[in-house]
């Protein structure tokens, strides 16, 4: 388990959430479908993290 991986993953949601909602108040659908993006990305990250860690388990 990467806990660096996992921590860019949780801010890049965050990022992601806080930029979706900044553009569902402003009427921006590019930052709202950005800041989906970035949750879908955030997304990636974690269950890759979790295969590894699976993998690992495995292994061992």
Do not use: C, F, W, Y
Request: glycine residues 6%; without cysteine.
């Amino acid at each position: 388990m990467s806990i660096e991986n996992r921590v860019e993953a949780t801010a890049k949601n965050i990022e992601g959430k806080v930029q979706e909602v900044i553009g569902e108040v402003t009427g921006n659908p590019a930052d709202k479908a950005e800041g989906k993006a970035k949750q879908a990305e955030s997304q990636v990250i974690h269950t890759t993290e979790n295969i590894k860690d699976e993998l690992k388990k495995v292994i061992d």
